[in-house]
């Protein structure tokens, strides 16, 4: 059976290896960390526990599903909590809105809001249902692979009946008119990395994962999902080699014959790249510049993890800050390319679901977007630490979480710089190419063209990011390498 290289141990890496390892395929993984899971880990401050990088978890299934492609069942030790509330969303003229899939319960938190705007809001869920099953069957393990994948007639005819060609705000003022139920439903777009004002709005789909199907928790926190996924690597045959960075991908007569790694060379028939499409091309391939796609790259963010000795009751597990004009970061981020001046805030309080990870404090995971790493950034670690001391004065401040700075008891930050250097995401961008307009369905193909064997997955190729979709990337490279061993 033929031998096959996954380099980058992501979510989606170890999807593919664990899948192709199941069917008979000699896979070795390798890894540059101690540890896997890319931009997925688990970080321990003092007694405070956080999971860094994604926090939200949608569509628990799609999990099951690959335990069952790999043969097994699914992990014992792997439990997906329902959270009664989706988010808690606060606003400027001190509101606050509770967004859940639990219909009698989001009846109660539409009354605040006008007969036509809750009208709308049951319109919207009706129409983002539909959307979501047109993508989902012809869009998201479709590989689209050559152009012509993209130019099938039925394709076509399914795409633009999603609205394509509008902007997820428009879209979003044919259902509201209160601006906080456009502010939520526009946050939407920041899951790939991009602004409502361009994204199109085929992408409010998102929202029917959390407001129809729900959000989880994962008993333990997210991390126990790598550790689930890495013993089934292990259990299907996948040799794994962390502290391994790759180096190159090496190439004969235009096909991949192996991957330089660690000082040593591991033959392979393909491989598979878990790590940014770019930087795999840049970096690994060494492919020149003009075969290489300059796309104009997703948001980056900041990240405080804040270990505080004190509980602030008015936090959920998911909480969204909503300045009084949220429209304006995306000005500073893609226009003017600059830390927002008064941005939203998402803070991740998971010891209000899980006491152990937090004890009688918090740990609160606050996060902002701000711009890929070419921008005008902070310069210093003194133009960093006052930036985050914005952070903590907006919250204390505007947020009511009141003697924040005073409690906090341990602390660390993450920039554009240090996710670049930990994930090897390109200019420390999180989602790759940003989605706006047209561009938004020409993701980079999960099928390398100037050589042969070379494959793509994880979020910055197909179907995009989140950890749903970088399953499903997993899942669809995957069968995409068994189809095309079968011709």
């Keep these: 059976m033929k031998k096959g290289v996954v380099i980058g141990g992501g979510i989606a890496g170890l999807v593919s290896a664990s899948v192709l390892a199941a069917k008979g395929y000699q896979i070795t993984l390798l890894e540059r960390q101690a540890t896997l899971g890319g931009k997925l880990q688990d970080i321990q401050l003092k007694h405070y526990r956080f999971d860094l990088g994604p926090s939200t978890i949608t569509m628990p299934w799609i999990f099951e599903r690959v335990f069952r492609e790999a043969g097994k069942t699914i992990d014992p030790a792997l439990r997906?909590?329902?959270?009664?509330?989706?988010?808690?969303?606060?606003?400027?003229?001190?509101?606050?809105?509770?967004?859940?899939?639990?219909?009698?319960?989001?009846?109660?938190?539409?009354?605040?809001?006008?007969?036509?705007?809750?009208?709308?809001?049951?319109?919207?869920?009706?129409?983002?249902?539909?959307?979501?099953?047109?993508?989902e069957d012809h869009f998201f393990e479709n590989p689209m692979v050559e152009w012509r994948d993209y130019f099938k007639p039925e394709l076509i005819k399914s795409l633009l009946s999603v609205h394509p060609l509008q902007s997820m705000d428009s879209f979003h003022r044919k259902y509201f008119d209160d601006p906080r139920l456009i502010s939520m439903m526009n946050r939407y777009a920041t899951y790939v990395g991009s602004s409502p004002y361009e994204t199109p709005a085929t992408f409010s789909l998102i929202a029917?994962?959390?407001?129809?199907?729900?959000?989880?928790?994962?008993?333990?926190?997210?991390?126990?999902l790598i550790e689930a996924l890495e013993r089934l690597a292990q259990s299907v045959g996948v040799k794994i080699v962390k502290e391994c960075p790759a180096e190159m991908i090496l190439t004969r007569k235009n096909k991949v014959v192996g991957v330089l790694a660690g000082g040593e060379d591991w033959?392979?028939?393909?491989?598979?790249?878990?790590?940014?499409?770019?930087?795999?091309?840049?970096?690994?391939?060494?492919?020149?510049?003009?075969?290489?796609?300059?796309?104009?790259l997703s948001f980056s963010s900041f990240l405080c993890?804040?270990?505080?000795?004190?509980?602030?009751?008015?936090?959920?597990?998911?909480?969204?800050?909503?300045?009084?004009?949220?429209?304006?970061?995306?000005?500073?981020?893609?226009?003017?390319?600059?830390?927002?001046?008064?941005?939203?805030?998402?803070?991740?309080?998971?010891?209000?679901?899980?006491?152990?990870?937090?004890?009688?404090?918090?740990?609160?995971?606050?996060?902002?977007?701000?711009?890929?790493?070419?921008?005008?950034?902070?310069?210093?670690?003194?133009?960093?630490?006052?930036?985050r001391s914005?952070?903590?004065?907006?919250?204390?401040?505007?947020?009511?979480?009141?003697?924040?700075?005073?409690?906090?008891?341990?602390?660390?930050?993450?920039?554009?710089?240090?996710?670049?250097?930990?994930?090897?995401?390109?200019?420390?961008?999180?989602?790759?190419?940003?989605?706006?307009?047209?561009?938004?369905?020409?993701?980079?193909?999960?099928?390398?063209?100037?050589?042969?064997?070379?494959?793509?997955?994880?979020?910055?190729?197909?179907?995009?990011?989140?950890?749903?979709m970088t399953v499903l990337s997993g899942l669809t490279v995957a069968n995409l390498i068994q189809r095309e061993d079968k011709k």
């Design 80 to 135: 997906f909590i329902p959270l009664a509330v989706n988010s808690r969303n606060f606003f400027a003229n001190g509101s606050a809105i509770d967004l859940t899939a639990d219909p009698d319960y989001m009846a109660e938190q539409l009354v605040t809001f006008s007969p036509e705007n809750r009208s709308g809001f049951l319109e919207y869920l009706s129409e983002i249902q539909r959307m979501y099953e047109i993508v």
């Design 267 to 296: 033959d392979a028939d393909f491989v598979i790249s878990n790590v940014d499409v770019r930087t795999t091309q840049e970096k690994l391939l060494l492919l020149p510049k003009r075969k290489i796609r300059r796309d104009v």
């Design 305 to 387: 993890l804040f270990g505080v000795n004190k509980k602030f009751p008015h936090l959920h597990h998911h909480n969204h800050f909503f300045p009084r004009n949220y429209g304006r970061e995306f000005i500073d981020i893609f226009e003017q390319k600059t830390w927002p001046l008064s941005p939203a805030i998402y803070i991740c309080n998971s010891g209000f679901s899980e006491i152990d990870r937090a004890g009688k404090g918090s740990n609160l995971y606050a996060l902002v977007h701000v711009p890929a790493k070419d921008s005008n950034q902070p310069s210093t670690v003194e133009d960093t630490y006052k930036y």
């Design 390 to 468: 914005n952070i903590v004065h907006w919250l204390e401040n505007n947020w009511k979480l009141e003697g924040l700075s005073d409690a906090i008891e341990v602390e660390r930050w993450y920039g554009p710089s240090e996710m670049e250097k930990f994930t090897g995401a390109w200019q420390g961008s999180l989602y790759g190419s940003v989605s706006h307009g047209k561009k938004a369905f020409f993701r980079p193909p999960m099928k390398e063209h100037s050589c042969k064997g070379l494959y793509y997955t994880g979020g910055t190729t197909h179907p995009g990011g989140g950890t749903p």
């Design 208 to 224: 029917y994962l959390e407001m129809v199907q729900g959000v989880y928790y994962i008993e333990g926190g997210n991390y126990r």
